[in-house]
C-alpha cells in the first residue's frame, strides 16, 4: 500500500529532545487515505538493538503507552509505526523514523550548581544584569553534545560567540520552589577540538524582577541571578566531557544597564564586546571575577511538557508619522506582545527610546492603561556602524510606538516588531462570509497569541501579566480549538495543585504573588476555583488524555470538597467574597464584581457544576463508588440552586441573562417546561435590550448555548452580530484588533474608560468563538479526542456560508457550508479512524466514515468524494 503514517510523536510535544518521562507515550495518525486501523507494530531501536511489538490488534494510536524498558538518562531511541488498516491484509509502509531522547531524569545526573556575579547590590533596587562564562578545551573529536540548562531568572545561552537556541524568556515562570524548568540543546555544531567557550546572558525576570501590581514585588523566589548549565560532550572515542556552572566560571557586567519584564530594556552598545563568548575576548581578563554560588534542589528540576516562547512572526509598521519635535509614531495596524528589532546607524552615544502602547489618544501613546509598566526599551549606539539589535528579556503589548532620538532618516525596513508566544502548533480556523465576524474570530486568535506567553495569562501590557485562573477556564474551550496546548496548560496545572491550599482552595491566580487586601491571603472564589475541575475535563475532551485527567482528578475533587464543607447541608454556597458575573456591563468602572446577577447564584451555580465534572472525572477514570458519590452530591446542589434561585413561575430571583445562562448551560433546571420557560426569558431579556451583552465573565461564554439549545439561536446571532455597544463586534467598528477587558475599554465618544483595569488585549470575553466553531460552522467532539465528531451547522444572523478546519489528534476534520437557492450544501471531512455524526436541519441523522463528504439537502443525496 502507498499509506504511511505521519512519524510517532512523543506526549504533547513535537520534539522529543530532553523529555522527561522515562516512558513516554507515543502517537500517531494515518493521513492521505479514508481508512481505520485495525492494528499497528512499533519498533524500537536503541544502541543498536531493534525490537518490534509484532501485530498489536486494535485502533489505538493516541498515547499509546510505551513498550520495552524504561529510558534511562540521556538515552536515545528510534521509533516507528506500521498499521494495518480495514482496507487490506497487508501493512503500510513503516513511518519514518521519529527519535526521542531523555533529559536529566535523576536528581544525581546534575552536576551543575547555580552561579551568578558576586557583585554586592541592594535587593530593594533595579539591578544590573551580569553574564557569566567560562574557557574549555576539547582534546579529541565531538560526537555529540547537549546542554541542560536553566537559571534562578532567565537566561540566553552563547557556545563560541554563536547563540543557543530560538527560545525567548526561559526557563519561563513556575512556582519556582517546586519545580523550576530545564531546557534541553543539541550544541554539537557549537564545538570543536581545542579551545571553546561557554557564557550566558541573565536576568531578573520573574524570579527576582519586579512583578505584580500596585508597585509590584521583587525577589519573590530569592534575590540571587544565577545560571544553572551542564554541558556535556561525548567524544568520538567513547569519552566525555563534563562542562558545569561552578567556581571556576567568571561573571561580569553587561551591557544591559537594566532589563524588567514591565519596565522594557536598557542596552548600551559602548560596553558591548561581541567576542565575550568565544575563548579568546577582547575584554580585558580582570572586567570577570569568580562568580558566587547559590543553592538549587535538583529534585525539583524539571523537563517541559510543552514548547517555549518563541518569535512566531514579524509586522512591519503600515504607518510613520514624525511630529513637530522630531519624534516619531509606528502604527503596526496590530496590537501585538512581543519587542521591537531595530537596525541603526550613527554617533556613538546616540540614545534611541522606545516606547510602546496598545492605542493612541489625541495623537500621542495612551499610557493609562499600562498602570506602572513603564514598556519603554532604550539603545545607546557605540558608533562602529550600522547595527541591528533587539531587547533579549522583556515584552510589551502595543499596536503602536514612539520613537525619540533616531539619528537621520527613519527608513520603512529599519524597525520590525516581532511576536513572542508560547510557541504552540496552530490547530484550529474558522471563516466566515460575515467580515466582522471574521475579524472578532481574528482578534480571538491575537488575544490568545499575546496571553499565552508560557502560562495562561490575563493581559500582556500592564503592570500584572497572571495566570488567572477564572478567565482560562470560560476560555480552554476556545483554546484547546484553536491551538494544541494541551502540554503548556498541562504544566501550569501541575503548579495549580501546588499552589492549592490544604484545604482545597483554588488561587486566583497561579503562580500566587501579593495583590494586595482583595487577593491576599487567598480566599476561595467560585468560577476562578472551578479551573480545577472544568479545564482537565476540557483538555480530555480535547485532546483524548485520560492520563491528564487522572493526574488532576485529586485537585479537582480537593476544591468540590471544600465547596461542600462551605455550603453545609443546605447545599448552597451562600457565603464569603465572590467575584460573581465579574466585569457585567453595568458594574461601575471601580467595582467590576457589582453585577445583575446574585453573585451567590453563581457560587452554586459553579457548585453543581463542578461537582458533576467529578462525577464524569471519576466515572471516565474508573472509580465506580466516587462517581455515585459525587453524582448524588451534584443532584443535591441541583435541587438546592431550584429551589433557592428558580420562583414558582419558572423566573429567576436574579433576573438577569448571566442567571438563566448557568442554570441552563449548567443543567440545573432538569424539568423540560421549566428549561423552556428559562430559555424564552432569557431570549426575551436579550430582546429587551436589542441584543446589547448584558454578561461578565460567567455568562459571555454560555449565552450562546443557552439560547441555541432552547430554540432561540437565532436570537444568539442577534447577540452575536450587534455593532452596539456592548457588544462583541463594538470594539471592531472602534478599530480593535484584539479582545478588550471591557466590554468599552474604548468608549463610542472615543475616550478612555477609567477603570483601573482597561486592558485592550484580554481573551476571555472572546470565548464566544467556541460557540461559533460549534454552532456557526458546526464541528464539535463527541467523543474524548475527536474520535467521534459532531457536525450540526446551524446557520443563521444572515450568514451565507461558514468554513471550520482542526486538526484533531487523528489528522483534519473540517467542516464547509454554503446556503444555496435550494437548501444547504455541506461538505465535511472526517479523519483516518474517526467517525463523524452529520447533523442538518430537518434531516435525518447521518453517521459516516473517514474521508470526504457532501450533503446537498436540497437534492436530499449524498456522494462520497
Known amino acids: 500500500m502507498s499509506l504511511q503514517p505521519a512519524p510517532v510523536t512523543f506526549e504533547h510535544l513535537r520534539d522529543g529532545l530532553g523529555i522527561g518521562v522515562a516512558e513516554p507515550r507515543l502517537s500517531w495518525h494515518t493521513p492521505g487515505l479514508p481508512v481505520s486501523q485495525d492494528a499497528y507494530e512499533l519498533e524500537f531501536a536503541r544502541s543498536g538493538v531493534v525490537h518490534r511489538t509484532g501485530r498489536i490488534p486494535g485502533a489505538d494510536q493516541r498515547l499509546v503507552a510505551w513498550s520495552g524498558e524504561p529510558l534511562n538518562s540521556r538515552e536515545q531511541v528510534s521509533v516507528r509505526v506500521r498499521v494495518w488498516t480495514d482496507e487490506g491484509t497487508e501493512p503500510t509502509r513503516w513511518s519514518d523514523v521519529a527519535t526521542v531522547e531523555?533529559?536529566?531524569?535523576?536528581?544525581?545526573?546534575?552536576?551543575?550548581?547555580?552561579?551568578?556575579?558576586?557583585?554586592?547590590?541592594?535587593?530593594?533596587t533595579d539591578r544590573r544584569p551580569a553574564r557569566?562564562?567560562?574557557?574549555?578545551?576539547?582534546?579529541?573529536?565531538?560526537?555529540?553534545?547537549?546542554?541542560?540548562?536553566?537559571?534562578?531568572?532567565?537566561?540566553e545561552a552563547e557556545i563560541n560567540g554563536r547563540r543557543v537556541g530560538d527560545d525567548s524568556l526561559s526557563p519561563g515562570w513556575t512556582v519556582y520552589g517546586e519545580r523550576l524548568r530545564y531546557y534541553t540543546y543539541d550544541v554539537t555544531g557549537h564545538l570543536t577540538e581545542g579551545p571553546n567557550a561557554i557564557g550566558a546572558w541573565l536576568a531578573d525576570g520573574w524570579y527576582r524582577g519586579r512583578i505584580g501590581f500596585d508597585g509590584g514585588y521583587r525577589n519573590l523566589y530569592g534575590d540571587d541571578q544565577s545560571l544553572i548549565a551542564q554541558l556535556e560532550v561525548h567524544h568520538t572515542d567513547g569519552t566525555t566531557t563534563v562542562v558545569a556552572t561552578d567556581t571556576t566560571w567568571r561573571a561580569a557586567e553587561g551591557p544591559i544597564l537594566f532589563t524588567g519584564l514591565y519596565e522594557g530594556e536598557t542596552f548600551d552598545a559602548r560596553l558591548h564586546d561581541p567576542s565575550w563568548s568565544t575563548p579568546h575576548p577582547t575584554d580585558p581578563a580582570p572586567t570577570w571575577t569568580p562568580v558566587s554560588t547559590a543553592t538549587r534542589d535538583p529534585r525539583t528540576l524539571t523537563a517541559p511538557s510543552g514548547a517555549p516562547v518563541r518569535c512566531t512572526e514579524e509586522i512591519l509598521p503600515v504607518s510613520v508619522t514624525t511630529t513637530a519635535d522630531g519624534r516619531h509614531l509606528l502604527d503596526f495596524g496590530q496590537n501585538l506582545v512581543g519587542r521591537l528589532r531595530i537596525t541603526v546607524d550613527g554617533p556613538a552615544g546616540t540614545t534611541i527610546t522606545l516606547r510602546h502602547a496598545e492605542l493612541l489618544q489625541d495623537g500621542e501613546l495612551a499610557t493609562l492603561p499600562l498602570r506602572e509598566a513603564v514598556s519603554t526599551d532604550t539603545y545607546i549606539l557605540d558608533g562602529s556602524g550600522q547595527q541591528t539589535w533587539e531587547p533579549r528579556f522583556t515584552l510589551h503589548g502595543f499596536r503602536h510606538v514612539e520613537i525619540t532620538g533616531w539619528p537621520g532618516q527613519l527608513t520603512d525596513d529599519a524597525i520590525v516588531a516581532r511576536v513572542y508566544h508560547t510557541d504552540m502548533r496552530r490547530t484550529g480556523w474558522f471563516e466566515c462570509s460575515d467580515p466582522l465576524v471574521n475579524r472578532l474570530h481574528e482578534n480571538v486568535v491575537w488575544s490568545m497569541r499575546g496571553n499565552f506567553v508560557d502560562l495562561p495569562t490575563d493581559c500582556p501590557q500592564r503592570d500584572e501579566r497572571l495566570g488567572w485562573t477564572g478567565d482560562i477556564q470560560v476560555f480552554a474551550p476556545t483554546a484547546s480549538f484553536l491551538y494544541d496546548c494541551a502540554g503548556m496548560l498541562d504544566s501550569w496545572l501541575r503548579d495549580v495543585a501546588v499552589e492549592q491550599l490544604p484545604d482545597g482552595t483554588v488561587p486566583w491566580y497561579v503562580p500566587v504573588i501579593p495583590g494586595g487586601p482583595q487577593w491576599t491571603p487567598i480566599k476561595p472564589g467560585a468560577a476562578w476555583g472551578d479551573v480545577a475541575t472544568l479545564t482537565p475535563w476540557v483538555l480530555y475532551q480535547r485532546f483524548g488524555d485520560l492520563e491528564l485527567l487522572r493526574r488532576h482528578f485529586p485537585m479537582g475533587r480537593a476544591w468540590v470538597d471544600l465547596m461542600t464543607r462551605l455550603a453545609g447541608e443546605s447545599r448552597l454556597w451562600d457565603t464569603g467574597?465572590?467575584?460573581?458575573?465579574?466585569?457585567?456591563?453595568?458594574?461601575?468602572?471601580?467595582?467590576?464584581?457589582?453585577?445583575?446577577?446574585?453573585?451567590?447564584?453563581?457560587?452554586?451555580?459553579?457548585?453543581?457544576?463542578?461537582?458533576?465534572?467529578?462525577?464524569?472525572?471519576?466515572?471516565?477514570?474508573?472509580?465506580?463508588?466516587?462517581?455515585?458519590?459525587?453524582?448524588?452530591?451534584?443532584?443535591?446542589?441541583?435541587?438546592?440552586?431550584?429551589?433557592?434561585?428558580?420562583?414558582?413561575?419558572?423566573?429567576?430571583?436574579?433576573?438577569?441573562?448571566?442567571?438563566?445562562?448557568?442554570?441552563l448551560a449548567f443543567g440545573l433546571l432538569t424539568d423540560d417546561q421549566q428549561r423552556q420557560i428559562a430559555g424564552d426569558r432569557l431570549a426575551a431579556l436579550v430582546l429587551e435590550d436589542d441584543a446589547r451583552i448584558a454578561t461578565g465573565f460567567v455568562g459571555t461564554p454560555l449565552i450562546c448555548d443557552a439560547l441555541t439549545d432552547t430554540g432561540?439561536?437565532?436570537?444568539?446571532?442577534?447577540?452575536?452580530?450587534?455593532?452596539?455597544?456592548?457588544?462583541?463586534?463594538?470594539?471592531?467598528?472602534?478599530?480593535?484588533?484584539?479582545?478588550?477587558?471591557?466590554?468599552?475599554?474604548?468608549?463610542?465618544?472615543?475616550?478612555?474608560?477609567?477603570?483601573?483595569?482597561?486592558?485592550?488585549?484580554?481573551?476571555?470575553?472572546?470565548?464566544?468563538?467556541?460557540?461559533?466553531?460549534?454552532?456557526?460552522?458546526?464541528?464539535?467532539?463527541?467523543?474524548?479526542?475527536?474520535?467521534?465528531?459532531?457536525?450540526?451547522?446551524?446557520?443563521?444572523?444572515?450568514?451565507?456560508?461558514?468554513?471550520?478546519?482542526?486538526?484533531?489528534?487523528?489528522?483534519?476534520?473540517?467542516?464547509?457550508?454554503?446556503?444555496?437557492?435550494?437548501?444547504?450544501?455541506v461538505e465535511v471531512t472526517v479523519p483516518s479512524g474517526c467517525q463523524g455524526l452529520i447533523e442538518l436541519p430537518d434531516r435525518a441523522p447521518l453517521t459516516v466514515g473517514p474521508g470526504e463528504h457532501r450533503l446537498d439537502t436540497g437534492e436530499l443525496d449524498r456522494t462520497a468524494v
Open 102 to 124: 531523555a533529559g536529566l531524569l535523576k536528581a544525581e545526573d546534575w552536576a551543575a550548581v547555580p552561579v551568578g556575579a558576586a557583585t554586592a547590590q541592594d535587593p530593594d
Open 132 to 155: 557569566v562564562r567560562r574557557d574549555f578545551t576539547l582534546t579529541s573529536p565531538v560526537s555529540h553534545a547537549r546542554l541542560y540548562v536553566t537559571a534562578h531568572g532567565l537566561y
Open 577 to 663: 467574597d465572590q467575584l460573581g458575573d465579574w466585569l457585567d456591563p453595568i458594574a461601575p468602572p471601580d467595582d467590576p464584581a457589582a453585577g445583575r446577577t446574585d453573585r451567590y447564584l453563581v457560587a452554586t451555580a459553579y457548585f453543581a457544576w463542578s461537582a458533576r465534572h467529578v462525577q464524569w472525572a471519576a466515572r471516565e477514570l474508573g472509580y465506580t463508588q466516587v462517581a455515585k458519590d459525587y453524582a448524588r452530591l451534584a443532584d443535591e446542589v441541583a435541587e438546592a440552586f431550584r429551589a433557592r434561585f428558580v420562583l414558582a413561575d419558572g423566573r429567576m430571583t436574579s433576573d438577569a441573562p448571566t442567571a438563566y445562562s448557568v442554570a
Open 712 to 825: 432561540h439561536v437565532d436570537v444568539a446571532y442577534r447577540l452575536l452580530t450587534q455593532t452596539a455597544c456592548p457588544s462583541w463586534l463594538y470594539p471592531i467598528t472602534m478599530g480593535a484588533t484584539t479582545i478588550w477587558e471591557r466590554w468599552d475599554s474604548l468608549r463610542p465618544d472615543g475616550t478612555l474608560n477609567p477603570g483601573g483595569m482597561t486592558s485592550f488585549n484580554h481573551y476571555a470575553l472572546g470565548a464566544v468563538a467556541d460557540w461559533m466553531h460549534r454552532v456557526v460552522a458546526g464541528l464539535a467532539p463527541a467523543s474524548p479526542g475527536y474520535r467521534t465528531i459532531t457536525f450540526r451547522p446551524r446557520p443563521g444572523g444572515g450568514i451565507t456560508w461558514a468554513r471550520a478546519g482542526h486538526e484533531t489528534p487523528y489528522g483534519t476534520a473540517a467542516v464547509s457550508w454554503e446556503q444555496t437557492a435550494t437548501g444547504l450544501t
